[in-house]
């Protein structure tokens, strides 16, 4: 479900942009884009933490998976961290929303990402970019360092697995997880947690698409 939607937030825009040949968005608008593109950004982010600690229950407690991964904590963790990443995109939205805008206020990127804004508008921007580089990375780095903790006790484990059949079993249920989380945080750390100055629409757009389009 998440993924569907974080899809559906740029690519149908992007087509009508195409079809259409009208490349126009309100202000109102580019924000709601902004605002929903990132909450389906950190839903994914959570959840493959999630999903990492799923596989390490799985592989490394199989017998008490069913009395660890019960129903409620499931949908205790996905209430709980919608929450957080509806919460943690408002504040980013509200330092936003209060910037002027100059010069052609053309975007040069396919969606209203962040960056592009920050670099058309012409009030201080130094407050926003202090956000994304501390909390911004905060939300990103702690599902990722919770999803290596997990990786590395499911490698010592399945290193232990006797049988060459039995590790690769282990191993390959994890891969498209794993090709999923390097695809997702390789290119969110190249697009965001650089100085603002550093970024250009060519070095933005691949990666961005990557994890926009491909990922989910």
Sequence with gaps: F????FSSTTV??????????????SLCGCLTQMYFVFMFVDMDNFL????????????CHPLHYTAKMTHQLCALLVAGLWVVANLNVLLHTLLMAP??????????????????????????THLNEVIILSEGALVMITP????????????CTVLKVPSTKGRW????????????????????????????????????TMPTVLYTVVTP
């Design 2 to 5: 998440v993924d569907i939607c």
């Design 12 to 25: 149908p825009k992007m087509l009508a942009n195409h079809i259409l040949e009208t490349q126009t968005i």
């Design 48 to 59: 493959l933490a999630v999903m990492a600690y799923d596989h390490f229950v799985a592989v």
């Design 99 to 124: 910037l002027s805008f100059c010069a052609d206020n053309a975007i040069t990127h396919f969606f209203c990402d962040v960056t592009p804004l920050l670099k058309l508008s012409c009030s201080d």
């Design 144 to 155: 990722f360092l919770c999803i290596l903790a997990s990786y590395m006790h499911i490698t």
């Design 169 to 204: 079993k282990a191993f390959s249920t994890c891969g498209s997880h794993l090709a999923v989380v390097l695809l997702f945080y390789s290119t969110i750390i190249a697009v965001y947690f650089n100085p603002l100055s550093s970024h250009s629409a060519e070095k933005d």
